[in-house]
């Protein structure tokens, strides 16, 4: 199976920045898609962005510009940069990562908490 680390949460002022990583072990070779969800109290579950293994990238349209998501695929790490930090984005962000095979399945990280102050 697939253990997945995140760092890099904490506390910042409006317009900050921030750095988030996830780092993955075990069975690295099974990860296919990986990418960052973040949830606030009160508020749904959002995924933020994702990348594909060969780099392909997505975001959801409230962090276009502002977040750069990318993967070290041999060092097995996830990265999300995080500029010009709104209050708007505080929330546990969560790392994943997902495989296809031998069936399909997505880990999780713990969750690492941001938070944007005004």
């Known amino acids: 199976q697939v253990q997945l680390v995140e760092s890099g949460g904490g506390m910042v002022q409006a317009g900050g920045s921030l750095s988030l990583s996830c780092a993955a072990s075990?069975?690295?070779?099974?990860?296919?898609?990986m990418g960052w969800y973040r949830q606030a109290p009160g508020k749904q579950r959002e995924l933020v962005a994702d990348?594909?293994?060969?780099?392909?990238?997505n975001y959801v349209d409230s962090v276009k510009g502002r977040f750069t998501i990318s993967r070290n695929n041999a060092k097995n790490t996830l990265y999300l940069q995080m500029n010009s930090l709104k209050p708007e984005d505080t929330a546990v962000y969560y790392c994943?990562?997902?495989?296809?095979?031998?069936?399909?399945?997505?880990?999780w990280g713990q969750g690492t908490q941001v938070t944007v102050s005004s």
């Open positions: 990348i594909s293994m060969s780099g392909t990238t």
């Open positions: 994943y990562a997902r495989q296809v095979t031998p069936y399909q399945y997505n880990y």
């Open positions: 075990g069975s690295t070779f099974r990860i296919n898609g």
